[in-house]
Nanobody, 124 residues
Framework: QVQLVESGGGLVQAGGSLRLSCTAS????????MGWFRQAPGKEREFVAA????????ELGDSVKGRFVISRENAKTTVHLQMNSLKPEDTAVYYC?????????????????WGQGTQVTVSS
């Protein structure tokens, strides 16, 4: 069983930055990937970024490439999402999740554990 707690959301002006964190309690294995997704009102859940727990291989969603960075702290079982050059369209609830490296990292259905989400609002 894995529990995930996100933090770091808030209100920021366009062009600003925020850093989200997700701390996992429970065992994270080398075959796990930790991902970030977001969901805006009336829209489907969208892949943002993911990182393989072993080795640190990362993948970013097309809409955030060049602006967001995902990283991990193995000792703290914590994953960070550094969000730069934020845009109003980045406004959403951001979720952290744990899934398998052997499945599609971009598909929400691959992830079996989810956090409660943290709100990010970017004002224009």
């Amino acid at each position: 069983q894995v529990q995930l707690v996100e933090s770091g959301g808030g209100l920021v002006q366009a062009g600003g930055s925020l850093r989200l964190s997700c701390t996992a309690s429970g065992r994270i294995f080398s075959t796990n990937v930790m991902g970030w997704f977001r969901q805006a009102p009336g829209k489907e859940r969208e892949f943002v970024a993911a990182i393989r727990w072993s080795g640190g291989t990362t993948e970013l969603g097309d809409s955030v490439k060049g602006r967001f960075v995902i990283s991990r702290e193995n000792a703290k079982t914590t994953v960070h999402l550094q969000m730069n050059s934020l845009k109003p369209e980045d406004t959403a609830v951001y979720y952290c999740a744990v899934g398998s490296v052997y499945a599609d990292w971009r598909r929400p259905g691959n992830y079996g554990y989810w956090g409660q989400g943290t709100q990010v609002t970017v004002s224009s």
